[in-house]
């Protein structure tokens, strides 16, 4: 069945990424000496790695063996290279951290509706991408409240509104509720 075969491979790509997204935070985390950064990146690294562990027990669920595709190993390399190199300036590499972030939010939600159309044993399978896709969601407004400090920073040269901080706390509450109601 071809739609079996692609959503598998679309399961092998967004463990790969959940895998660049752990690599992507811990080199934003060395990059950066904004103490508030380092701790939100550090809960970010432990909820994406909780995550990658929900993106392959939804693969063993479904019995996938397939592989990335090899324009999704390119992509992942050319990321790599970039948060590695000097042409982005720290902004832009958390903008396509957040970036990266918002595909594989949007990936993990394709991937669910797709299931569901399929067939009820492969909803089942793929339900543990509920979760991941919450998080990687609520860690997207986290990514803007640092998007918001940092490029403060960078283009002014002064300190942004300290208050930014408690609206992003309170976007991620709201979320969690969100994500609460829908699992009870």
Same mark, same amino acid.
């Given at each position: 069945? +071809?739609?079996?075969?692609? =959503?598998?491979?679309?399961? +092998?790509?967004?463990?790969?990424?959940?895998?660049?997204? %752990?690599?992507? +935070?811990?080199?934003?985390?060395?990059? #950066?000496?904004?103490?508030?950064?380092?701790?939100?990146?550090?809960?970010?690294?432990?909820?994406?790695?909780?995550?990658?562990?929900? !993106? $392959?027990?939804? %693969?063993?669920?479904?019995?996938?063996?397939?592989?990335?595709?090899?324009? #999704?190993?390119?992509?992942?390399?050319? *990321?790599?290279?970039?948060?590695?190199?000097? $042409?982005?300036?720290? /902004?832009?590499?958390?903008?396509?951290?957040?970036?990266?972030?918002?595909?594989?939010?949007?990936?993990?939600?394709? %991937?669910?509706? *797709? +299931?569901?159309? =399929?067939?009820?044993?492969?909803?089942?399978?793929?339900?543990?991408?509920?979760? *991941?896709?919450? $998080?990687?969601?609520?860690?997207?407004?986290?990514?803007?409240?640092?998007? /918001?400090?940092?490029? #403060?920073?960078?283009?002014?040269?002064?300190?942004?509104?300290?208050? =930014?901080?408690?609206? !992003?706390?309170?976007?991620?509450?709201?979320?969690?509720? *969100?994500?609460?109601?829908?699992?009870?």
């Amino acid at each position: 069945m +071809a739609d079996m075969t692609t =959503l598998e491979t679309k399961l +092998a790509d967004l463990k790969l990424f959940q895998n660049v997204l %752990i690599e992507c +935070a811990q080199k934003l985390m060395a990059a #950066t000496d904004d103490q508030t950064i380092r701790e939100r990146l550090e809960k970010m690294i432990t909820s994406d790695r909780e995550n990658l562990g929900s !993106i $392959e027990k939804a %693969i063993a669920q479904v019995g996938s063996t397939a592989q990335p595709r090899d324009i #999704t190993q390119k992509h992942a390399e050319k *990321v790599s290279q970039m948060m590695d190199g000097s $042409e982005l300036t720290l /902004y832009d590499k958390f903008f396509q951290f957040e970036l990266l972030k918002h595909q594989q939010t949007m990936n993990g939600l394709v %991937i669910h509706k *797709v +299931a569901q159309s =399929l067939d009820d044993k492969l909803q089942a399978a793929v339900e543990p991408l509920n979760k *991941v896709n919450f $998080e990687n969601r609520a860690h997207q407004e986290v990514l803007k409240g640092v998007l /918001y400090f940092v490029g #403060t920073r960078e283009m002014a040269g002064k300190e942004p509104d300290m208050g =930014l901080w408690a609206s !992003i706390e309170q976007g991620i509450a709201a979320l969690k509720g *969100v994500v609460s109601s829908v699992a009870s």
